[in-house]
């Protein structure tokens, strides 16, 4: 997946600078890594929020616009807590001979016989792995077959899933990422409740009430 972004050097920094980028439709960024000193840039929002939302954090991206064309990792985004919309973030610049370390998201396929068939709960315990690997081989995201939880004994592990070639898995092997949970049935009481009690005191209630 070849992603692309255009990126401006910003002059201005702080949260005068920041908001009037953000009126103005870019948001404010860093630039760290592989690069001799942090760079401050902007980025167009609505460019930025659509290859954040495809890209995730485990895709490189080719950022122009500021000399070189740098590969960069988007490392974190700060977003607007009540729209949503990204207002911030932090590029990571790779050196592509170098492997690194990412959080890459799984993808659940196949489908659970223990779920299908015997009426189970799949349950999904891990939703990322992390891993390493040349920034080339970095994978956007992984596959996990839930096709072989075929009874409610049976776990999906890490070590059940089969990495690319280049990419070496760093989450504990015997860490589970998903199984089928056998559905409980609901208890109906099979007794009326024992209403007396409730009736005394209301009883009671009432007479202290005529007393005063």
Not at 68 to 96: C, F, K, R
Not at 155 to 169: F, L, N
């Amino acid at each position: 997946m070849e992603m692309k972004l255009q990126a401006a050097p910003r002059d201005k920094t702080g949260s005068k600078a920041a908001k009037a980028l953000r009126e103005s439709g870019s948001i404010p960024a860093v630039i760290c890594g592989e690069v001799k000193e942090t760079m401050h840039v902007t980025l167009p929002t609505k460019e930025f929020e659509k290859v954040w939302r495809e890209a995730g954090e485990s895709t490189l991206i080719d950022l122009s616009g500021v000399g070189d064309t740098l590969s960069v990792l988007i490392q974190d985004v700060e977003v607007d807590p009540i729209y949503g919309e990204p207002i911030h973030a932090d590029l990571y610049a790779v050196n592509a001979n170098e492997a690194i370390e990412v959080v890459v998201p799984l993808i659940f396929t196949g489908v659970a016989p223990a779920e299908k068939e015997l009426g189970g709960t799949l349950i999904k315990v891990l939703y990322e792995i992390e891993v390493e690997a040349l920034p080339k081989d970095l994978p956007h995201e992984m596959s996990v077959d839930i096709s072989i939880l075929k009874t409610f004994d049976d776990q999906v592990r890490v070590s059940d899933i089969v990495p690319p070639q280049g990419v070496k898995v760093l989450t504990g092997a015997e860490e589970v990422v998903a199984l089928v949970q056998e559905a409980k049935e609901e208890e109906i009481p099979t007794e009326a409740p024992d209403i007396t009690a409730v009736e005394v005191e209301k009883k009671g209630k009432e007479e202290t009430e005529e007393n005063a």
